[in-house]
């Protein structure tokens, strides 16, 4: 079986460091260039043999902001491998949930072609699985100026409001066929501790309220008992031991999480101008698409 994989693209000029970070360290402007044309691109690519795919072969589209765009080939080889997974991945660097939201007749970082809905009317995925930071700092048009530094009140109530409806329009989109919804909790923040819990905090009360699923994959990235505690690097995990690549500094039983002075992302390569799927091997990225594929394997398998 051929397996699709889209990439959305973004416009150049975009930082990927500056896609998701905490107003404390970037300037509160939207970016000024024209968003993106529909130009993403597709690639087909067969899933490895594995003795522990499933019977059913789960659809999976993967939709976020930088987090996805520097994950996405990570998770797409681990979900095809261990489940023998259909993946779709349409991230772009600097987006937030209203991005991805239909019908808004605003200016977008994510064209029309790739909004949740028409991806979920296109593809006729079983999960969509969503991962964004939060993007608190106003750098996306669709937040209309609303930042968490500014008004903590405004930004909860908005985001709110936006997880609530992008799930609608997803339900809405898949009909009788209507797919599970992933929402990926995400790792500490040095910055803004709290407005992570919070965010995490509504992701959880969304897919309780609405028979949607939860990945805690920022607790892969945390360490153990200090679940909001940020850290430059992390012991080794067991699997880490075992693929000695990924524990980076073993003479100290530690592996690395985050590149240089970036405490946002998780790929051990530079940022560019140009957004891209992480092109280095990177602890950090492999835990949290081996903690996503869990929570969908868990439900596949109890099928």
């Known amino acids: ?54 019977a059913v072969r789960p659809r999976v589209l993967y939709l976020g902001d930088s987090l996805a765009m520097e994950a996405q080939n990570v998770l797409g080889e681990q979900l095809r491998t261990d489940l023998g997974a259909t993946y779709t991945s ?10 991805y939201l239909e019908g808004t007749g605003k200016r977008s970082l994510v064209p029309d072609a790739d909004k949740a809905a028409a991806l ?12 964004f930071w939060g993007n608190a700092w106003g750098y996306t048009w669709c937040m209309d100026g609303i930042t968490y530094n500014a008004s903590q009140q405004q930004y909860f109530t908005r985001y709110r409001a936006d997880l609530r409806r992008l799930t609608e329009q997803i339900a809405a989109a898949g009909g009788s066929r209507r797919p599970k919804i992933v929402w ?45 505690t940020w850290s430059q690097d992390l012991p080794c995990t ?3 031991h075992r693929h000695t690549a990924y524990c980076t500094d073993p ?41 996503i594929t869990r929570t969908v394997a868990e439900t596949v398998r109890a099928r």
């Open 184 to 228: 990926v909790l995400q790792g500490p923040d040095p910055i803004t501790p709290d407005r992570v819990r919070r965010v995490n905090e509504m992701y959880g009360q969304q897919a309780a309220a609405s028979g949607d699923l939860v990945s805690d994959a920022g607790a892969a990235v945390s360490p153990a008992g200090a679940r909001y």
């Open 90 to 99: 349409a991230p772009y660097s600097g987006t937030t949930l209203c991005d």
């Open 251 to 291: 003479g100290r039983d530690r592996t690395a999480l985050h590149f240089g002075k970036d405490y946002l992302h998780f790929c051990l390569a530079p940022t560019t101008p140009t957004p891209r799927p992480c092109p280095a091997r990177s602890p950090g990225i492999l835990r949290i698409a081996r903690a």
């Open 1 to 54: 079986m051929r397996k699709p994989w889209i990439v959305g693209s973004l416009l150049a000029g975009v930082l990927l460091l500056g896609a998701c970070t905490d107003p404390s360290s970037v300037p509160q402007a939207p970016p000024s260039p024209a968003p993106p044309q529909g130009s993403a691109t597709t690639t087909h690519q067969p899933a490895p043999a594995s003795p522990g795919i499933p």
């Open 238 to 240: 067991a699997y880490e």
């Open 120 to 131: 979920v009317r296109a593809r006729h995925p079983d999960y969509v699985v969503l991962q």
